[in-house]
C-alpha cells in the first residue's frame, strides 16, 4: 500500500534521508524507531511533500506522490499526524476535526470517528487548547482520519503522554487499522509502545534503515542498544 523507494532528502547541501526504501502491506503497522535526529521526522515530512525529496519515489498504491504537494498527498490517500500534534488550540473540537474533511467533499464528522474517540464526542465544543495532552493526540489522530486515508503516517505520537494513555493508543490504532485496514507507519522511541502497536519494527540511523524485524520474534536486546547508544 506505502512503497517507498530509494528515497532522498536533504535541507540545503545537507543530505539527511540517504536512500531509503520500505514497503508497508495493507493493514499491517510499522514502527520507525531512532533516536533524536536520526531521521523519522524528515521522513515523514518529505512522505507528506513538507520536505522535498531529492531523489527516489514513493507510491500509495497505484499513485507515485512524487513532486505532488502536501493537499494533494492528502487527496491521494496518505493522512499525518505531526510530532506535537499541531492542533488548532482556538477552534473546537468538532471544528479541528472538520479541517480534515476538506478532501472528501463531506461536511459532517463521520460517526465512527466519535465512536474510535468518545471523548471527543463529549468534548465537541471545546476549544482544542483546553483539551489534556492525550486528548489533543486523539483530536489530531482523528483529523487525520477525517481525510480517509489509506495510509496513516504518526510522528512520535506517544511524546509528553501518560503511559497508561500509550497503553490505550496502542489499542486504539490497532483497532483502527483492524476496522478500516488502515496501513500504518508510526515513528517512536519508546519500545514498549512500538512492541504494542506495530507488526514490523525498523530502526533509522542517520538516515539510513539499519535493521527492520518482525514484531514476533523481534531481538529486542538489539533494538534497545540501537536507541540507547
Ligand atoms: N529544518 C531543518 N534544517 C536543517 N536541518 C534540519 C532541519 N530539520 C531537521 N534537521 C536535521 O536533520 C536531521 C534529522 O532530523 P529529524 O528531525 O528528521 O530527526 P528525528 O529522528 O525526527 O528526531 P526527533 O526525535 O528529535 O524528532 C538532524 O540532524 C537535524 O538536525
Redesign the pocket.
Known sequence: MLSVQNLRAA?GE?E?LHGISLDVKPAEIVAIM?R???????LMKTLMGIVPEKGGDAWIGDTSVLGMKPHQRVASGIAYVP?GRMIFSAMTVRENIETGLTTTGTKTVPEDIYELFPVLLEMKSRRGGNLSGGQQQQLAIARALASEPKVLLLD?PTEGIQPSIIREMARTLRRIRDEKRLTIVV?E?VLSFALDVADRVIVIENGTFVHDSPRDGIDEARVSKFLSV
Open positions: 535541507y545537507s539527511v531512532g533524536n535526529g536520526m531521521g523519522k521526522t524528515t510530532q512520535e515513528s522511541q
